[in-house]
T-cell receptor
């Protein structure tokens, strides 16, 4: 039973355009959400996070939106750059009181020139 | 910028052998995590430490896996005996705060384990 779902295994976007990565969750106890970027053979790199008391957080080219009623969050990257090509993981914590992260399966973002 | 250190980066072993992975968290980080990532999946939590104490090891296969953080700083994850299905990336992460849902976890580069 997957509590964090990323339903798009891959996404192809043209350089300079907006990339939108989506994530859905089922556990109502999650109260903190994060996005990580991962290159092959490396550990995940933290990108941006959002607390459940907010609906938007922005950091440079990256914006995360949270819709608690729909249990949905999205990551927007504007403008997309070739170096953004990587696997993006959505993660959540807060369920059950422990703060180990629950990850989605990831979305492979490919930025095309 | 401080980083989480892990060693070795790569490990190849035969099934039934013992393997061990080491992690040194960012200095001052009280909480340490071990995750396992199977190819094509997201990382899954194996064990969480708060200082030297285990907070959550509910997903750790305790018949063959063990983890310790004796002095509340660096940590070792051991598998004995290794099985073919243990082939995966083993990731260590740390965060600054005690148990809280609003702190960021920073990951190390991982150890890629291949069991033959």
């Amino acid at each position: 039973d997957q509590q964090v779902k990323q339903n798009s295994p891959s996404l192809s976007v043209q350089e300079g355009r907006i990339s939108i990565l989506n994530c859905d969750y089922t556990n109502s106890m999650f109260d903190y959400f994060l996005w990580y970027k991962k290159y092959p053979a490396e550990g995940p790199t933290f990108l941006i996070s959002i607390s459940s008391i907010k609906d938007k957080n922005e950091d440079g080219r990256f914006t995360v939106f949270l819709n608690k009623s729909a249990k949905h969050l999205s990551l927007h990257i504007v403008p997309s750059q070739p170096g953004d090509s990587a696997v993006y993981f959505c993660a959540a914590s807060g369920g059950g009181g422990a703060d180990g992260l629950t990850f989605g399966k990831g979305t492979h973002l490919i930025i095309q020139p | 910028e401080a980083e989480v250190a892990q060693s070795p980066r790569y490990k190849i072993t035969e099934k039934s052998q013992a393997v061990a992975f080491w992690c040194d968290p960012i200095s001052g980080h009280a909480t340490l995590y071990w995750y396992r990532q199977i190819l094509g999946q997201g990382p899954e939590l194996l064990v969480q430490f708060q200082d030297e104490s285990v907070v959550d090891d509910s997903q750790l296969p305790k018949d063959r896996f063990s983890a310790e953080r004796l002095k509340g700083v660096d940590s070792t994850l051991k598998i004995q005996p290794a099985e073919l299905g243990d082939s995966a990336m083993y990731l260590c992460a740390s965060s600054r705060a005690p148990i809280t849902s609003t702190d960021t976890q920073y990951f190390g580069p991982g150890t890629r384990l291949t069991v033959l």
